[in-house]
C-alpha cells in the first residue's frame, strides 16, 4: 500500500517581505456601529454572494458569525505569533469530547461587541436575537466531561495561557432527544448542514494515521529497532476553532480532528475494478469521526471507539511534534514544552504513541524517552464507578496497534519488576497493579496505564480524589507518593453567570463594580447585600424574571404552561441510576399520591414545578425506562385536576447547553441527590448554586465543597455519608426493609405499581418496581425517608421568601470558589507548572 506523506512544514519562505502592507499585523476592523454594519455587509456580499434583501435568515447569521470572527482574527494571528516567538510551555488538553455549546453570544461578549452588533443589525432592519436561536449548538459532548473541557478552554485564553484543546469533529455529535408517546426516540444530530462558520479547515495540514498491519525488527546500523507495518491508513484533517479570552485581546486554539480516506486506502480495490467496493471502504475510513458514542459511564469496548481514540490522540502528538515545535527542538526537552492532559482514559493510548515516536521514529534510547513520556502527561479521572474504568481486550488492541500492545507490554514489565523489587514477591499485589488484567478477558487497564504514566493523578473534587487515593488506586498511591492530587472542577461564569443571567450580571456589577467576571472571588462581597432589602428585592426581581424568560421559553419550545408563583424545582443531568432520577420522583409521585389520597390537603402542599432535563444512553433500558416514567407521571399529575395549580411535572426533551443556560439561572431548587460516594464532582451544581439556586443534595463530589462554603443554613443536606453507604453494604442492603418502614415510600411504590401511570397496565413500570424493591443498586429506598425530610425543610424555608432570598444571595457569594478560573490555576500550579504569556 503506498504512503501519503504527512507534510511537514514548508522551508521558512521571506513571505511578505517586499510589501509593506503585509508585513503589518493584520487590523481589525473598527469597533463602531459603521464598521460592523460595513463588515456585516461585505461578509454577506462577498462570502454568502447574496445582496441583504434576498438574504435568507441562514445567510444573515453566516455573515453576522464572520463578522464576529473577523474582529477576533487579529487577536487569534497575534496570538499564534506570541505563542511561536515566547516557545513557552502550553497545555495540550487531550479530550475526546468538548461539549461547548452555541459560539455567537460567547464570541460576541468575548469581543465586547454585543451591543454594536445589536445596533449595527437594527439598522439593517435585522434582529440579533432571532439570529441567535439560528445557531445549532456544538453538541460534541455527552455531559459534565465535555462540557468541563469547554469551559477549562474558556479559562486558559482568558488567564492568557498557551493551550491547545484536541479532540474530534465528530459528524454527529450527541443525538436529539424526542419523546414518543413519553418514551426516548434518538434523532442524528446534524449540526453541520447549514454549514459552520466557526472552523477553520486545513486539509493542507492533515497527518496519515496508521491501523493494523504487524511489526517487525530490524537491523539499524548495528542497533536492534522496531518498525510498525500498518495494514491501512486514514487521514486526520484539522479543524481549527477560536478560543477568545474574555476581553483580554487573546485567543487560542481548539483544533479537531476529521477522518478523510487515503486515496492509499482503496486504489488496491478501484484498481481491481469495484467501483463501489471502493467508495464503500471510504466510508470506513470516514466512519472514525462520524458520531459521538452516546455511551455515558458503560464503555462499550467498540472497536470503533479505539479507533476514534487513536486517531485523535496520534494526529494530535503528531501535530504537536511536528506542526507547532520548531523544526530544530531537541526532544529531550519536551518536558519544558508541553503538557498533555488527558482528560478520563479515551486519550491515553497517547502514552505508548509518544513512546512508539520517540523510540521507533526518533530513534530514540527507551529509557531516555520513558523519562520523557512519564513527565508528558497527566491524568484526570472523572469517575468512581468501576464499570465505566476503561479497558480495551489485549485481542483488539493488538490487532488495531500492534505496535502500541508491545509497548504497553513493555511499560508494564518495568512496571512491575519495581513493584517487585519493593515489595517482594506479592503476587496478589502484581496482580492487581498490573496494567494488563488477566480475567474475565486479557485486557489492558487504561487507567492503570494513565496512573503509571502520568507525572500526576487528580480527582476532580476533594471526596472524589480521597475515594481514588483511597479506594479506586490504593497500592498505586503507596506505590506513588505525591502523584495523586485533587483539583476541584470549576464552571465558566462567561456563559454560566453573564450570558446565561444578564440581569443577575448587571446586579452584580452595579453592587460591586465590573471586575468579578474574571475574579469570582470578589462575589464574597456580596455578603453584606444579602442583609439589605432592597438588594434583596432587586434579586428576587431577577429571578422571577428568569423564571418569566423560562416560561415563554418552553411555551415556545414546547408547549409548556409553567406556572405563576411556583417553586422551581430542577433535576437536569445525564439519566443514570447512580444520580437516583427515580429518588426525585418518588418525591413527587408521594406528593400526588398525599394529595388525592386525601390524607394531605392540596392547599397545604408547597406550589411546585418540577422540571427534568435527561438523556439516557440509547443502550440503557433501565434508564429508557425511567425517563418513561417521568413523561408518564407528569401526564397523570398535569392533568389531574386535584392538584391542580400544586404540582406540575415539566420535562423538556434534548437537554443541551442551550437549554441549560435558560433553566438554570430560573431555579429556585438544585437537586444534587446521587449515592454518596458515586458522583466524581458535578459541575451543575455548581452552576446553579452560581445562579442563586439553593441545593438539596448528598455529601456526594462537590456538593461537598458547597456546603462547606455556603453554609448548613444555606444547604438542604440528606441521606447517608459514603462510609454510611459502605457500611449498609457490608451489612447486606435489603430494599425491602426500607419499603416497608415508610408509608410514604411504601404508598408511592405502590401507587406506580398499580399501573395508576400506565393507564392500568402493571407491566408496563414492573421492570422498575422490581428493580427499586429487590435491587436498588443506588440504595434510593434507604435514603428516600431523609430526602423527604430535607424536602419538608425545603418548604418550610421557601414559605419565608425574605428568608429563602438572603440564603440564595450567600450562595452566589460564596461559590465564587467554582470558577473554573479557579480550578485553572490549581492545574497551573500543581500540575502544568505553564505561567500565563505576557
Ligand atoms: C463510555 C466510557 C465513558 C466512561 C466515563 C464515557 C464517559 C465517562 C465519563 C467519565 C463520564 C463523565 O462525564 N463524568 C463526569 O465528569 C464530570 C466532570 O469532571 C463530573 O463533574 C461528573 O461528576 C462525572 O460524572
Request: hydrophobic share 40%.
Amino acid at each position: 500500500m503506498t504512503e501519503e506523506t504527512t507534510p511537514s512544514r514548508s522551508a521558512d519562505h521571506p513571505l511578505g517581505a517586499t510589501h509593506p502592507l503585509a508585513l503589518a499585523p493584520v487590523a481589525a476592523p473598527a469597533s463602531t456601529v459603521d464598521g460592523f454594519v460595513r463588515e456585516f455587509l461585505r461578509n454577506l456580499n462577498f462570502d454568502r454572494g447574496v445582496a441583504l434583501t434576498s438574504s435568507t435568515p441562514n445567510d444573515r447569521y453566516m455573515a453576522l458569525a464572520y463578522t464576529v470572527r473577523d474582529y477576533l482574527m487579529a487577536r487569534w494571528l497575534e496570538d499564534l505569533r506570541r505563542q511561536r516567538h515566547a516557545q513557552a510551555k502550553g497545555v495540550c488538553y487531550l479530550s475526546a469530547e468538548f461539549l461547548l455549546g452555541r459560539q455567537l453570544d460567547n464570541n460576541l461578549l468575548a469581543t465586547g461587541l454585543t451591543d454594536i452588533a445589536a445596533d449595527a443589525l437594527a439598522q439593517c432592519g435585522v434582529d440579533l436575537d432571532e439570529l441567535r436561536q439560528l445557531e445549532v449548538e456544538p453538541g460534541l459532548g455527552n455531559g459534565g466531561l465535555g462540557r468541563l473541557a469547554a469551559c477549562f478552554i474558556d479559562s486558559l485564553a482568558t488567564l492568557g495561557v498557551p493551550n491547545i484543546g484536541y479532540g474530534i469533529r465528530y459528524e454527529y455529535g450527541i443525538f436529539r432527544q424526542t419523546f414518543v408517546d413519553g418514551q426516548q426516540v434518538e434523532q442524528p444530530d446534524a449540526w453541520l448542514t447549514l454549514g459552520n462558520p466557526w472552523e477553520f479547515p486545513h486539509p493542507e495540514s492533515a497527518r496519515t494515521i496508521s491501523f493494523g498491519g504487524h511489526t517487525e525488527t530490524y537491523d539499524d546500523e548495528g542497533v536492534t529497532r522496531t518498525r510498525w507495518v500498518p495494514g491501512w491508513t486514514v487521514r486526520a484533517v484539522p479543524y481549527n476553532y477560536m478560543v477568545p479570552g474574555y476581553q483580554n485581546g487573546r485567543v487560542n486554539t481548539l483544533r479537531l480532528w476529521s477522518a478523510q480516506a487515503t486515496s492509499a486506502f482503496d486504489l488496491r480495490i478501484f484498481n481491481s475494478g469495484d467501483y463501489a467496493e471502493a467508495v464503500r471502504a471510504r466510508t470506513f475510513a470516514e466512519n472514525i469521526s462520524k458520531v459521538l458514542y452516546p455511551e455515558d459511564s458503560t464503555p462499550q469496548g467498540k472497536e470503533l471507539r479505539l479507533q476514534q481514540q487513536y486517531f485523535f490522540v496520534a494526529a494530535s502528538i503528531s501535530d504537536f511534534l511536528d506542526g507547532v515545535l520548531p523544526d530544530d527542538f531537541d526532544l529531550a526537552k519536551l518536558p519544558d514544552r508541553v503538557i498533555f492532559q488527558l482528560n478520563d482514559t479515551h486519550p491515553v493510548i497517547g502514552v505508548p504513541e509518544l513512546m512508539r515516536v520517540l523510540v521507533d521514529e526518533r530513534k530514540m534510547e527507551w529509557d531516555a524517552a520513558w523519562e520523557i513520556t512519564r513527565q508528558c502527561f497527566a491524568y484526570t479521572c472523572h469517575t468512581l464507578l468501576p464499570e465505566a474504568l476503561e479497558v480495551w481486550s489485549v485481542d483488539l488492541l493488538g490487532r488495531l496497534l500492534p505496535r502500541h500492545l508491545e509497548i504497553i507490554y513493555r511499560i508494564n514489565d518495568e512496571f512491575l519488576a519495581e513493584v517487585r523489587e519493593r515489595f517482594g514477591d506479592d503476587e496478589m499485589r502484581l496482580r492487581n497493579m498490573s496494567i494488563i488484567a488477566e480475567y474475565p478477558q486479557r485486557s489492558v487497564r487504561m487507567a492503570y496505564l494513565a496512573t503509571v504514566a502520568g507525572a500526576k493523578v487528580n480527582g476532580v473534587a476533594e471526596l472524589h480524589s480521597q475515594l481514588l487515593r483511597d479506594k479506586v488506586l490504593p497500592d498505586f498511591n503507596e506505590f506513588f507518593p505525591g502523584k495523586f492530587t485533587n483539583v476541584t472542577n470549576g464552571v465558566t461564569p462567561r456563559r454560566f453567570v453573564r450570558l446565561a443571567n444578564p440581569d443577575l450580571s448587571a446586579l452584580i456589577s452595579e453592587a460591586l463594580g465590573g471586575t468579578w467576571l474574571t475574579d469570582l472571588e470578589r462575589l464574597r462581597e456580596l455578603e453584606t447585600f444579602a442583609e439589605d432589602p432592597q438588594f434583596r428585592q432587586a434579586f428576587a426581581d431577577v429571578k422571577a424574571a428568569n423564571k418569566r424568560r423560562l416560561s415563554e421559553l418552553l411555551r415556545h419550545r414546547d408547549g409548556f404552561e409553567v406556572s405563576d408563583g411556583h417553586m422551581l424545582d430542577v433535576m437536569v443531568k445525564r439519566l443514570h441510576e447512580y444520580k437516583r432520577q427515580m429518588l426525585k420522583l418518588l418525591h413527587i409521585v408521594s406528593l400526588y399520591e398525599g394529595i388525592v389520597s386525601g390524607r394531605v390537603a392540596a392547599s397545604e402542599v408547597t406550589a411546585r414545578t418540577f422540571i427534568f432535563g435527561a438523556k439516557a444512553a440509547p443502550g440503557y433500558l433501565m434508564a429508557k425506562r425511567i425517563i418513561h416514567l417521568i413523561n408518564a407521571v407528569g401526564s397523570v399529575v398535569n392533568a389531574d385536576p386535584r392538584v391542580e395549580g400544586r404540582l406540575k411535572v415539566l420535562f423538556p426533551p434534548n437537554y443541551n447547553v442551550t437549554l441549560a443556560e435558560r433553566v438554570v439561572p430560573a431555579a429556585d431548587l438544585s437537586e444534587q441527590i446521587s449515592l454518596a460516594g458515586k458522583e466524581a464532582s458535578g459541575t451543575g451544581n455548581m452552576k446553579f448554586a452560581l445562579n442563586g439556586a439553593l441545593t438539596i443534595g448528598t455529601d456526594d463530589g462537590a456538593n461537598v465543597e458547597i456546603r462547606e462554603l455556603v453554609g448548613d443554613d444555606n444547604f438542604f443536606l440528606f441521606g447517608m455519608r459514603e462510609p454510611q453507604v459502605q457500611e449498609l453494604s457490608d451489612r447486606g442492603y435489603r430494599p425491602s426493609e426500607f419499603y416497608q418502614a415508610d408509608e410514604n415510600l411504601r404508598r408511592a411504590i405502590d401507587l406506580i405499581a398499580s399501573g395508576a401511570f400506565s393507564g392500568g397496565d402493571r407491566s408496563v413500570f414492573e421492570p422498575v418496581v422490581s428493580n427499586l424493591l429487590y435491587e436498588d443498586r443506588f440504595m434510593v429506598l434507604a435514603d428516600f425517608t431523609s430526602y423527604l425530610e430535607a424536602q419538608t425543610k425545603v418548604d418550610a424555608a421557601y414559605a419565608d421568601q425574605e428568608a429563602w432570598t438572603r440564603k440564595a444571595i450567600l450562595n452566589v457569594a460564596r461559590c465564587g470558589f467554582f470558577s473554573s478560573d479557579r480550578s485553572m490555576r490549581d492545574y497551573i500550579e500543581r500540575i502544568w507548572h505553564t505561567p500565563p504569556l505576557r
